[in-house]
């Protein structure tokens, strides 16, 4: 499915987006690069090893890669020689496409065969940096930044790995510190990395988020009917991942593409049409679904009415024939042989060899329909991710749709058999999410439980939201944002009214300085007499007297009340809540029997009930999200607060808070 909302990630995680290091190779959009490194081996050895290496996880992984439908590019291992400081390791790079979910099963392999192969330790990010630490950006340590992060994360044996910048655990981090070389991080996994074991709930988020693999691919592909030309039928039933070349390239399609399309199709025509059932993945089939396209009548595709029981599948099957119209239309045109040149050296022999000593084909018998289906599946697993160079162009998926034509014999009436008892197309309700369903996805995606509607009419508490908002307020916010106050252990700021007044006296000094000549011209700008001179010198002979703090803190209530009187009588004093009437009064009748001259508070000033004001302000917030994310709701939520659906019309913050 789509990369999910990297616009809108908090702001712990949004430290690690879009962050390149210096020195870190930019990548396309996209796009995830995986390295693997041995991580005690030098030398021509090296080498060596690595090669082994990769032949041998790709073997082991053979079983669940070959029936992976992935959504652009393959995942793919080569051999890369040595470059800077970038020791000669194994790896690749893979375009991922609207479907993140080819890039998580990305890091699911590497684990895995950091696990297989304990010698190799492994380093994968994308094009927003290090992805695994945005996925743990909650639990990450203080010291960890964009700009401190690269050559830190590995995959060691299986687990992921950070290197401090301090070598030993009982130094200081210095998130100054410059980032390793390669070498040298892999030298200390080498010999020290227990030391370097991510933390628990690190490790814990990226297994939760990879967690149900391999047995996940099943849950992420759809079955659905598609009425296909027969050839299509044909091209997929020998190659299944084909179709998610077919959906890009009506889905990506411009004029120029559809050019081909309007006329009657030259590959697919649509006279020679079956009912099939097609296998996307849940990304590739909402690409196809979603979108809206009436084909020229010039093509010969036709669409049934609406109402029609088959209109689904006939809309579908228009938007693929489309599709593997397209790719064939930018064909070459190679020789149908070169698939059949790959397979006949000696590299596919021993591959093949090894599938059957893993039990590739589950003990079907050769020859047999299922055994050529796994055999088709690891041959064109192999030419796609074994031979292919990582430096040559990317195969036009055309050429091989018009090599396995000329291959592949077209039997309609076979095909009209299998229509006449296809198994049923999977559920695709899973295209409309609910509000609450959508709720409940993200809470389970940060591991907070859902309460009941009861439980939240029980515990919801107006005094919760106003100490969390304090609580909040109370936290120290920098360049780089605002600390949310996870612990309600941790001490509050606090504000020393005497250090803070030293300090400005050290700042402004205690003696005025001579006035230059420009100020000598401002005052005869301004018209500055030697009256003024006189009353601004008796003033500060004034100030040069001792005042006691006392009365510097009496002289401020006094500036203070006089501001809250003024204040009181417009419009900005009105929109406040006051305390309760019945101690304004209370406060008031014993004002009165003091005297005038008591200084005692004017009864119209009230005191203003600060919990209230805030509970108000933000429930009139609230309401005015209309139900959509907002800086309240975020806020709250991140303290663990939650606050119910508005069912009020208008009016609902004040009475809320009333």
Known sequence: ????????????????????????????????????????????????????????????????????VWHRQPFRLRCLPASRDTPAHIGGTTLFGDNVEDEWFIVYLVREITRDFPGLAARIDD?????????????????????????????????????PPSETPEQECDPSAPCPTIPEALALLSTRSQEFLAAEPIRAALNKRIHGYPEKIQASLHRARCFVPAGIAAVLRHRPSLVAAAVQAFYLRDPADLRACRRPFHTFPAEQRVMTVVTFTRCLYAQLVQQKFVPDRRSGYTLPIPSHPQYK????????????EILCSKSSKVSPDSKRNVLSGPLWERFLRSLKEKDYFKGELEGSAKYSELLHMAEDFFQHSVTTPESSAEANPGDEILSLLQTTSIDLKEFEREAACLPPEDDDSWLDITPDALDQLLKEARNEPLPSADEEEQKYDLAAVAESMKAFVSKVSTHEGAEM???????????????????????????????????????????????????????????????SPDELIGSLKSYMNEMDRELAQTNVGKSFTTQKKGASCVKAARSESAGPDSGAEDPELAPVDVDMNLVANLLESYSAQAGLAGPTSNILQSMGVYLPENTDCSGSSSRAAQ
């Open 313 to 324: 599948a006939y809309e579908l099957g228009m938007k693929l024939a489309h599709g593997f």
């Open 485 to 547: 106050p996870w612990s309600s252990d941790e001490s509050h700021v606090t504000f020393d009214v005497d250090s803070f007044t030293k300090a400005l006296d050290r700042i402004l000094g205690a003696d005025s300085e001579e006035l230059d000549s420009d100020d000598l011209d401002e005052e005869e700008e301004f018209g500055f007499s030697d009256e003024d001179d006189e009353d601004f010198g008796a003033g500060n002979q004034r100030q040069d007297q001792k005042v």
């Open 1 to 68: 499915m789509e990369r999910p909302g990297r616009a809108a990630l908090p702001e712990d995680t949004e430290r690690y987006r879009l962050s390149e290091g210096p020195g870190r190779a930019a990548l396309p959009e996209d796009t995830v690069r995986y390295r693997l490194f041995a991580a005690n081996a030098a030398g021509p050895g090296r080498d060596a090893l690595l090669r082994r290496c990769a032949e041998a996880a790709l073997v082991r992984l053979a079983p669940s890669l070959a029936k992976y």
């Open 127 to 163: 094009n927003d940096g290090e992805f695994l630490l945005i996925e743990a950006a909650d639990f990450l340590p203080k010291w960890l930044n964009p700009e401190n992060s690269e050559n830190r994360v590995f995959f060691y044996k299986g687990e992921l790995h950070i290197i």
